[in-house]
């Protein structure tokens, strides 16, 4: 990579400024380079996949190379952590039950890659955890917790202008070209009806469930894996038992052989989340949709079904107060991520509802990517 030179605005672009974009920004101004951030919206915005307080930092995976990727993530978000002065990952533990996994063998799997594991029987966790019902072992992993979305996003962000980036908010990318060295983007601002070029030697590509709108845009040529966009629609429950920062996070593995949790649409994910209640959501079972012809109004049907669950499966809260959001998820077909460079353009996505956790090294690994 070079250092830059008098005919490009920037060394690197970055379009999308969710929780990776930012991520990948703050990673890369950290290594001294010339960077711009670019995005759609406002801060804070809601229209895509990371706003709201919480999601979990889930370490209940089996493949060792993304628990090495959680032992790093956890690192990072206590450097963003350091650097901006603000609490974002608090330590909650996280409890993983139900009868589509064995929580035994991953218990073991999760010891061996350096995270502490213990198994309990459903009576010893319902006596710690009254909030839920148990009907089989449970899975506790106290090194898990809970990150505060909306801070991660502005903190990358803070932190990354902090290190020299610039920051393009409410700047939307209306095309552009890309060169064997050169990217060539044009943007118009909200503040401005004029259009602006920015050129850069390399471009990372982040943009959620604009990713194949803004790599046509572009004319960018990328084997993508199908994208699916879906509009999600978390709930959140007024607790009975304890305040929400007091609840841990869970996962309840759902399974077509067992009638207690063969309804279910897909696995249930949730967590206390503090001056929101208790959040529950289905996983990646949304309507399809464009992110720009969304509704934004919860499906009727899912609705109901998360309001069974919350009866069902959580005593400790008030099932008739579900306040839902809507969000949306960008999934591959194996909800594996898409980490691909060709020629002067890196582009991050799939992240399927998943990454958030994984955002600080998601953010190192297109940062080398894009410098390699």
Not at 282 to 304: I, K
Request: net charge negative.
């Amino acid at each position: 990579m070079t250092t830059g030179s008098a005919a490009h605005d920037a060394q690197i672009v970055v379009i999308g400024g969710g929780v990776m974009g930012a991520a990948t920004a703050w990673q890369l101004a950290g290594r001294g380079l010339d960077v711009v951030l670019v995005e759609q919206f406002e801060a804070g915005h809601t229209h895509g996949a990371s706003h709201g307080a919480s999601r979990n930092f889930n370490v209940s995976y089996a493949d060792p190379v993304l628990l090495g990727w959680l032992h790093e993530a956890e690192r990072l978000w206590r450097e963003l952590e350091a650097e901006t002065g603000t609490s974002v990952l608090a330590r909650t533990g996280i409890v993983n039950h139900g009868p589509g996994r064995d929580f035994a063998w991953l218990a073991d799997v999760l010891v061996a890659g350096g995270f502490e594991a213990s198994l309990l029987s459903a009576a010893d966790a319902s006596e710690r955890w009254p909030g839920f019902r148990f009907a089989g072992p449970v899975l506790h992993t106290p090194d898990a917790g809970r990150i505060n979305a909306d801070r991660a996003v502005a903190g990358f962000a803070d932190a990354a202008a902090a290190r020299g980036a610039r920051v393009l908010r409410s700047t939307a990318v209306i095309g552009g070209s890309v060169s064997d060295d050169r990217v060539t983007v044009r943007l118009r601002s909200a503040a401005s009806s004029g259009e602006e070029v920015l050129r850069a030697e390399r471009a990372v590509v982040t943009a959620g469930a604009w990713t194949v709108d803004l790599l046509a845009a572009l004319g960018a040529s990328f084997e993508l894996p199908p994208l699916r966009v879906t509009q999600e629609q978390p709930a959140f429950f007024a607790p009975l038992t304890g305040a929400p920062d007091e609840w841990p996070g869970f996962n309840h593995a759902s399974s077509s052989d067992d009638p207690d949790t063969a309804w279910f649409p897909s696995g249930v994910y949730g967590m206390g989340s503090p001056g929101e209640g208790v959040k529950a959501g289905w996983h990646g079972v949304g309507p399809e949709t464009h992110p720009d012809r969304r509704t934004y109004v919860p499906d009727p049907g899912l609705s109901a079904l998360i309001r069974r669950y919350a009866r069902e499966w959580l005593p400790g809260v008030d099932a008739s107060t579900a306040d839902e959001i809507t969000c949306t998820y960008t999934s591959t077909p194996d909800s594996s991520f898409f980490l691909e460079r060709v020629g002067p353009v890196t582009v991050g996505a799939g992240f399927s509802g998943q990454g958030f956790k994984f955002a600080p090294t998601i953010g190192r690994v297109l940062a080398d990517l894009a410098t390699r």
